[in-house]
């Protein structure tokens, strides 16, 4: 804390002598050697904060999103405080509040839904603290800047695979079920736009049948179950089913194990888990859309520590918030599709290792899918 107010002082101090000394040569030296401490102790002056959502909805927040954020604020030597709010909305602004205490001058969050994330980027502009929403937009929220997917994008990708893997199983007229995320999640929304645009288009052909389409409340795996459990036990024809990410794609494969139908039913899913990785090695899975978040995580620490310097680093584009219609600077990534065939690329890129995903009987799969 002291360390901060010492190196803002210096920071306008030597802001002063920049002021004061226009206009004269030797005043300009004075200024610039002035300068450069107060810039090399403003690099470690701001302290990042970030809350991740919760571990449950997808292995990724704790397996990957803080182990990359951890790696890039350490290499940068900026201070930095990772919590997980596990689904708690009260306990996410209770750790904002902490953070912001605790001297926080950049806040990144995960929100658990618009209305809450609202109230924390709210307080924390008050305070001068500035803001990142981190993979899910806080619609009229506010936030400096945006750090994603495209995640219309992602839905697409789940749309055209589920055709590809019913077209390979020359499907006829299948009767499709549709598992959504988090009706409070923004992206469950873009996720949703991008595969309906695939598959209304195959309904209203005739190719494909609608079937139950449900949001799952939280992206809670095992409420996903029994969602999915229903559905079957009312349309024990469903013959694909587009699950939005790998948990909830996991929920509707456990059903399908009880009734014999897995690997006949095509599933797909998102954020290449280890989990849904294996159930795509063993043909329960169809697909699963990998987003490298290692990239998302540089992304929005390199903002945040751009932030944390006293910087106004640039976003590459921007994205509308449909709620307030504010163009938010962005940095949109962009998602892979992942099948058998693929799933290599994955472990090839670093994302998870052949010890996680080999294991035992996912052994001699990984070898007939050329995972070195
Ligand atoms: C993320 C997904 C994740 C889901 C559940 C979404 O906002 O983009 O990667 O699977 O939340 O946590």
Same mark, same amino acid.
């Given at each position: 804390m002291r360390k901060g107010i010492l190196s803002l002082t210096a920071a306008a101090a030597a802001m002063t002598l920049g002021l004061a000394a226009c206009g004269s040569e030797d005043a300009d030296t004075s200024?610039?050697?002035?300068?450069?401490?107060?810039?090399?102790?403003?690099?470690?002056? !701001?302290?990042? =904060? @970030?809350?991740?959502?919760?571990?449950? +909805?997808?292995?990724?927040?704790?397996?990957? &999103?803080?182990?990359?954020?951890e790696e890039a604020f350490k290499a940068a030597g900026v201070a930095y405080d990772i919590q997980n709010a596990q689904g708690d909305k009260t306990q996410f602004q209770t750790i904002a509040d902490q953070m912001i205490t605790n001297g926080a001058t950049v806040l990144m969050i995960v929100n658990l839904d618009s209305g809450t994330g609202k109230a924390v980027l709210d307080k924390a502009k008050a305070q001068g603290v500035a803001t990142?929403?981190?993979?899910?937009?806080?619609?009229?929220?506010?936030?400096?800047?945006?750090?994603?997917?495209?995640?219309?994008k992602v839905g697409t990708l789940q749309g055209e695979g589920l055709v590809k893997c019913l077209t390979d199983k020359k499907a006829d007229k299948p009767i499709i079920a549709e598992l959504n995320g988090s009706p409070t999640d923004n992206?469950?929304?873009?996720?949703?736009? !991008?595969?309906? =645009? @695939?598959?209304?288009?195959?309904?209203? +052909?005739?190719?494909?049948?609608?079937?139950? &389409?449900?949001?799952?409340?939280?992206?809670?795996?095992?409420?996903?179950?029994?969602?999915?459990?229903?559905?079957?036990?009312?349309?024990?024809?469903?013959?694909?089913?587009?699950?939005?990410?790998?948990?909830?794609?996991?929920?509707a494969i456990s059903v399908l194990k009880k009734n014999s139908l897995n690997g006949k039913v095509p599933v797909t899913g998102q954020d290449a888990t280890v989990q849904g990785l294996q159930n795509i090695l063993a043909g329960d899975q169809c697909m699963t859309v990998y987003k490298a978040i290692k990239k998302e995580a540089d992304a929005a620490s390199a903002l945040a520590i751009g932030l944390a310097k006293g910087e106004k680093?640039?976003?590459?584009?921007?994205?509308?918030?449909?709620?307030?219609?504010?163009?938010?600077?962005?940095?949109?990534?962009?998602?892979?599709?992942?099948?058998?065939?693929?799933?290599?690329? @994955?472990?090839?890129?670093?994302?998870?290792?052949?010890?996680?995903?080999?294991?035992?009987?996912?052994a001699d799969k990984c070898t007939e899918a050329g995972i070195q």
């Amino acid at each position: 804390m002291r360390k901060g107010i010492l190196s803002l002082t210096a920071a306008a101090a030597a802001m002063t002598l920049g002021l004061a000394a226009c206009g004269s040569e030797d005043a300009d030296t004075s200024a610039s050697s002035g300068a450069s401490p107060a810039e090399s102790s403003a690099a470690v002056a !701001g302290k990042v =904060g @970030v809350i991740l959502p919760d571990s449950k +909805s997808s292995a990724r927040w704790e397996t990957a &999103d803080r182990k990359y954020l951890e790696e890039a604020f350490k290499a940068a030597g900026v201070a930095y405080d990772i919590q997980n709010a596990q689904g708690d909305k009260t306990q996410f602004q209770t750790i904002a509040d902490q953070m912001i205490t605790n001297g926080a001058t950049v806040l990144m969050i995960v929100n658990l839904d618009s209305g809450t994330g609202k109230a924390v980027l709210d307080k924390a502009k008050a305070q001068g603290v500035a803001t990142i929403d981190y993979d899910r937009l806080t619609l009229n929220g506010g936030a400096s800047y945006y750090v994603s997917f495209d995640n219309t994008k992602v839905g697409t990708l789940q749309g055209e695979g589920l055709v590809k893997c019913l077209t390979d199983k020359k499907a006829d007229k299948p009767i499709i079920a549709e598992l959504n995320g988090s009706p409070t999640d923004n992206n469950a929304t873009l996720f949703k736009n !991008g595969y309906d =645009g @695939v598959l209304k288009a195959k309904y209203d +052909s005739g190719d494909y049948v609608k079937g139950p &389409d449900q949001s799952v409340p939280d992206w809670d795996n095992a409420q996903a179950g029994t969602i999915f459990e229903q559905m079957l036990t009312e349309q024990p024809k469903i013959a694909g089913v587009l699950a939005a990410n790998d948990g909830l794609g996991n929920a509707a494969i456990s059903v399908l194990k009880k009734n014999s139908l897995n690997g006949k039913v095509p599933v797909t899913g998102q954020d290449a888990t280890v989990q849904g990785l294996q159930n795509i090695l063993a043909g329960d899975q169809c697909m699963t859309v990998y987003k490298a978040i290692k990239k998302e995580a540089d992304a929005a620490s390199a903002l945040a520590i751009g932030l944390a310097k006293g910087e106004k680093p640039a976003a590459t584009g921007t994205v509308k918030d449909t709620e307030s219609g504010a163009d938010v600077p962005a940095v949109l990534l962009d998602p892979q599709p992942i099948f058998f065939d693929s799933v290599k690329d @994955v472990v090839a890129d670093g994302f998870v290792t052949k010890d996680e995903l080999c294991t035992g009987e996912f052994a001699d799969k990984c070898t007939e899918a050329g995972i070195q």
